[in-house]
């Protein structure tokens, strides 16, 4: 009786160890933008594209040009979307208050909730494509946010997506990094508070590609997350050691916001991925071998639910760029999970087909199995 109980005791361990690390697993979802074809010949419509996502059982999908036909087809899928307003607009939503109401009038009050929006992001890598629009970036973010508490929707929260490199001008050591001046005070700072205010996210699009392309002294194995013996950075202030690109960067942005305070907002990775073709001969390490390992490795370092060194729990969700490969034009990377014919480019399945989920159901079957026979022997 004494060893059984033993055995129960590792066995409740156990479990409690588990299964919080399933449960705590990143979102991963993909994003699509809406081409008027693929080669010139076949539709992409917007019925097909939602029914290829759930095929696959992508449970998220961003939408960078928020088509409302697109927003439309994902109805009753169950399938959360992320809606983007086009940088362009940001100026007109933010001087007047009834076109922001407008705008949800056309992309989000015909459809909720019999689609599934969670997140609305007021323009997109804004500082760097344009910079005149920052100023109003606030206040055109209040204007939509007021629009839909005004409807009664207070499930759809409003954010903006920041680039990683035009925003944290050093990653190494993550403990250091801030965000660049004078964006962080004037821009990011204020929109830091409005997050915490309203429950959001902190959104930022985040390539170790990129970082790995700018820095001679990043291993590929380190962007690639490759297990070898020296594929690892230390960060000699927290001691923390680091063992993919990945994580040094979301720790990177987490040190930059806990520096104005603001360390416990949760962060979305609104794009990542790894080119499988470059802009020229001279990207010898945009390949479909090197965006197949990254993008494989990605995926099960985000189910494993370990988090990053300085979160536990990780980054909330992850869409990693894109779901469908564009026209193939000279001077264009290639980052599509999909061919133009909607077949994948990968060997891989992009869900794990909830194994995850059904090991844990598994795992408490047996739990509670184990539970029952020591009642009735006791």
Do not use: C
């Amino acid at each position: 009786m004494h060893l059984f109980s033993s055995y129960l005791l590792l066995l409740i361990t156990l479990t409690a160890i588990a299964i919080p690390s399933i449960t705590s697993a990143t979102t991963i979802g993909v994003t699509y933008s809406t081409p008027g074809s693929i080669s010139g010949t076949v539709q992409l419509s917007p019925d097909r594209i939602a029914a290829k996502v759930v095929s696959m059982k992508i449970p998220a999908v961003r939408l960078l040009d928020s088509n409302p036909a697109m927003i439309r087809a994902f109805a009753y899928t169950n399938v959360s979307l992320f809606l983007s307003v086009p940088n362009p607009l940001v100026p007109l939503l933010a001087s007047n208050r009834s076109l922001a109401m407008r705008w949800v009038y056309r992309h989000v009050l015909p459809f909720h909730p019999r689609t599934k929006i969670s997140i609305i992001s007021v323009g997109n890598d804004v500082i760097s494509y344009s910079p005149d629009v920052s100023p109003f970036l606030l206040r055109a973010m209040h204007n939509v946010h007021q629009s839909l508490v005004d409807l009664r929707i207070y499930k759809i929260s409003v954010s903006t997506t920041f680039s990683f490199f035009n925003i944290v001008p050093t990653a190494f050591p993550p403990s250091s990094a801030q965000f660049q001046q004078p964006n962080g005070e004037v821009i990011i700072r204020p929109i830091l508070q409005f997050l915490e205010r309203t429950n959001s996210s902190f959104l930022i699009n985040l390539y170790p590609y990129n970082m790995y392309r700018s820095s001679f002294s990043i291993p590929i194995g380190f962007a690639l997350f490759e297990e070898f013996p020296f594929n690892f950075r230390d960060d000699l202030t927290t001691g923390v050691r680091y063992r993919n690109l990945f994580d040094m960067m979301v720790d990177a942005v987490i040190s930059a916001m806990a520096v104005m305070g603001h360390e416990n907002l949760p962060v979305i990775v609104a794009e990542t991925g790894w080119p499988s073709s470059g802009i020229d001969a001279s990207e010898v390490d945009a390949t479909l071998l090197y965006s197949e390992m990254f993008l494989k490795s990605l995926l099960t370092h985000l189910r494993s639910g370990f988090g990053t060194p300085l979160r536990k729990e990780g980054v909330s969700e992850v869409y990693i760029f894109e779901l469908v490969e564009k026209d193939a034009k000279q001077g264009i990377r290639n980052w599509g999970l999909l061919h133009h014919n909607m077949t994948s480019k990968y060997s891989f399945e992009f869900s794990d087909g909830g194994k995850a989920r059904r090991f844990s159901e598994l795992l408490i079957g047996f739990f509670m199995g184990v539970v029952m026979l020591y009642l009735l022997i006791m």
